[in-house]
């Protein structure tokens, strides 16, 4: 089946500028998470959706940053009057909402990522 | 607070020979930990998991990991190395409440012929 899809997969943006970086989880995923992976450095937790409930944004950097997931299934990660250190590549991943068929409920699935370049 | 340290930022080998990258976390509780993969322009890939079951996890590829506790371990290993294994690797450890993934700074894996 479809894994998760995230879009743009790269996007410039000019300082100032907001942007939208779109995912779009595995079907039937109830948890969706954002991550953010600056150069050389592993993933950090963003945000956490439960359905299209925000359990836990303790991971957004700033008041620039916001994320919605207004029907449970899309979410898009928001940034507004970006900074250079934005720059990254922002990461959705979906999890089951239980354990099934040997797939662990704390297993997840990562897109491909969009690469922001702030300039 | 869970946490985990990849001890090699960088780890090169020749093709067919064994692979170690070494994993140290710490956690407060019985942790599930992993290994991710990630090859250039491509998305995570989940290597292997343990979650308080068998302290040796065989996962995709050959590779396999043992928790040990006693070490507060997980390193990762595989027999023989092949060119396709060059790639990033990431120590995971599952953050409690809500089920976050917290990284390791990645080993970068290079396997010359």
């Known amino acids: 089946g479809a894994g998760v899809s995230q879009s743009p997969r790269y996007k410039v943006a000019k300082r100032g500028q907001d942007v939208a970086l779109r995912c779009d989880p595995i079907s039937g995923h109830v948890s969706l998470f954002w991550y953010q992976q600056a150069l050389g450095q592993g993933p950090e937790f963003l945000t956490y959706f439960q359905n299209e409930a925000q359990l836990d944004k303790s991971g957004l950097p700033s008041d620039r940053f916001f994320a919605e997931r207004p029907e449970g299934s899309v979410s898009t990660l928001k940034i507004q009057r970006t900074q250079q250190e934005d720059s990254a590549v922002y990461l959705c991943?979906?999890?089951?909402?239980?354990?099934?068929?040997?797939?662990?409920?704390?297993?997840?699935?990562f897109g491909p990522g969009t690469r922001l370049t702030v300039t | 607070a869970q946490s985990v340290t990849q001890l090699d930022s960088h780890v090169s080998v020749s093709e067919g020979t064994p692979v170690l990258l070494r994993c140290n976390y710490s956690s407060s509780y019985s942790p599930s930990l992993f290994w991710y993969v990630q090859h250039p322009n491509k998305g995570l890939q989940l290597l292997l998991k343990?979650?308080?079951?068998?302290?040796l996890v065989k996962g995709i590829n050959g590779f396999e990991a043992e928790f040990k506790k006693s070490e507060t371990s997980f390193h990762l290993t595989k027999p023989s190395a092949h060119m396709s294994d060059a790639a990033e690797y990431f120590c995971v450890v599952l953050s409690g409440g809500y089920n976050k993934l917290i990284f390791g700074a990645g080993t970068r894996l290079a396997v010359h012929p």
């Open positions: 991943a979906s999890s089951l909402p239980f354990s099934s068929g040997g797939k662990s409920r704390y297993e997840q699935y």
């Open positions: 343990y979650t308080s079951a068998a302290t």
